[in-house]
């Protein structure tokens, strides 16, 4: 049978195209980031937990790397995200606590919400031909009716609470995985990023009937909070059985994590999450927040390991070892960005300079030697044993941490000492001194207010009245 030449050349076009979509798509992995929240690193069963079953994140753990000294940089909400999205130190936007209201954050001296102007990596994502989406949690900003909305930070589609307001706090059932999964079946022939940020296992909680049966044999407390782990580990394993169906998981990076510790317990009266800014519901309260830190002291809300050091798991075939435990490589929440931007062969734009250095050697399974250190920045409690550091270090193998006065101090050889138990900053003052000259230096170069683009017109309005009043006393007096 003869062809004719236009023909022929039609088809060889046709292939030829066929052919360099499939090798774009290649060159550019899939990437889902799962970001739960307020989970200890015990609060995983591979990592020793006796009650806890988390057999989908086990099953990750099993087919890629487990990081055993992964930090967030922050032990609370907001500013660990921010650290995420921007791949800098959350300091660096006076952000240090968790976006609440203009009043409270006039009082820290916040900003209103994360800087749409600043670095937001998903609008990097984009430009390199990336379809982003943002789906769960949000709490990066004050829910004002000014506030920028997800699509100024990159985002093509998004369903988020804490945000906008799209979609209502789970009551029952991992919210955001139905909005991650349509995603992914519409845009399974393009490269994509997800951010799948879960309610679990933050307050309230809303146990399934169908977990607490599950998780019958143990107390009341125990059994709440399993159950609620055991929601955010199928939203895991659904995302994982999705992509294998959809023949997308060996070039897809799936990264899952959680943005610090776990809750404290709470006292018999906390058994009822009343309403609050934040959720705005009601359900189950921090009494049955029992999460574990697999032994490290301090929990959220603590500068000390049990607020920072969480589950970070990583699974890309064929580039990532399967069944790999990293005990060696210092990671941090700062290094995502870095790391992100060289899985999709990004490059980094030529005015900005990340905090974190990215970790794709470690991930696959070469270890990182690193060569930046990290800093924290915390302005919570300061009355409590394991609340009181506001500012800490890590460099090399020690870590420091600083109350708010700068005189009270402990200094950790964390390479011998994960639990952070002894304090060797009277046996070894050089180092002590060297990583406070370090902290403090970083302090000082940090801004001493909010970026005034940051700030609600609400805000605004408030601080114009307040000084006017304040005008018209003096001009009076």
């Known amino acids: 049978m003869k062809i004719k030449l236009s023909a022929f050349i039609y088809i060889l076009l046709t292939v030829s195209c066929i ?34 079953e988390t057999p989908n994140i086990d099953k990750m753990i099993s087919e890629g790397m487990d990081f055993a000294d992964f930090t967030v940089n922050s032990p609370v909400c907001s500013p660990s995200r921010v650290a995420v999205m921007t791949g800098q130190f959350p300091a660096r936007q006076s952000i240090h606590q968790h976006f609440q209201g203009w009043k409270a954050h006039e009082k820290r001296g916040m900003p209103d919400w994360m800087d749409p102007n600043g670095m937001s990596f998903p609008k990097e994502f984009q430009k390199a031909g990336y379809v982003t989406g943002h789906f769960g949690k949000w709490h990066l900003g004050w829910r004002a009716k ?77 059994q709440v909070y399993a159950s609620i782990i055991a929601e955010g580990d199928e939203a895991v394993g659904r995302i994982m059985k999705l992509l294998k169906e959809l023949n997308l998981d060996e070039n897809t990076l799936v990264v899952f994590s959680t943005d610090n510790g776990p809750e404290w317990e709470g006292s018999e009266k906390e058994k009822l999450h009343k309403g609050d800014v ?159 000259k370090m902290v403090h230096d970083w302090k000082a170069s940090l801004p001493k207010e909010p970026n005034p683009s940051s700030l609600s017109v609400v805000r605004n309005k408030a601080a114009k009245s307040k000084n006017k009043k304040k005008g018209k006393k003096k001009n009076k007096d």
Not at 34 to 44: C, L, P
Not at 185 to 209: D, R, S, V
């Open 19 to 52: 052919s360099t979509k499939a090798q774009q798509k290649m060159e550019k992995p899939n990437i889902i980031f799962i970001f739960a929240d307020d989970w200890g690193y015990g609060d995983i069963s591979a990592h020793g937990s006796t009650w806890i």
């Open 146 to 222: 000014d506030a920028p909305i997800e699509s100024d930070y990159g985002y093509d589609a998004y369903a988020t609470f804490n945000g906008s307001k799209t979609i209502d706090i789970p009551k029952g059932g991992s919210v955001g995985v139905d909005y991650a999964e349509d995603f992914i079946k519409k845009h399974k022939e393009k490269p994509f990023f997800i951010n799948l940020w879960l309610h679990e296992a933050h307050t309230a909680h809303y146990p399934q009937e169908r977990f607490m049966d599950q998780f019958g044999n143990l107390d009341e407390q125990k």
């Open 278 to 436: 934040e959720n705005g519901v009601e359900g189950l309260g921090k009494y049955y927040s029992v999460g574990e830190t697999g032994g490290l002291k301090g929990q959220k809300r603590s500068l000390f390991s049990g607020g920072i050091r969480v589950p970070f798991v990583a699974k890309w075939p064929k580039v990532i070892p399967a069944g790999v435990e990293d005990k060696t490589s210092a990671v941090t929440a700062v290094d995502l960005l870095p790391t992100f931007f060289e899985a999709a062969n990004i490059e980094m734009p030529k005015d900005y300079e990340p905090d974190g250095e990215s970790m794709m050697s470690a991930f696959k399974g070469k270890g990182l030697e690193r060569t930046k250190p990290i800093f924290w920045e915390w302005r919570g409690g300061t009355s409590k044993d394991y609340t009181w550091p506001t500012l800490g270090v890590q460099d090399g193998d020690y870590k420091l941490v600083v109350d708010v006065t700068g005189d009270k101090y402990e200094l950790f050889n964390i390479k011998d000492d994960w639990k952070e138990e002894n304090n060797l900053a009277e046996n070894n003052p050089e180092k002590a001194n060297e990583l406070l």
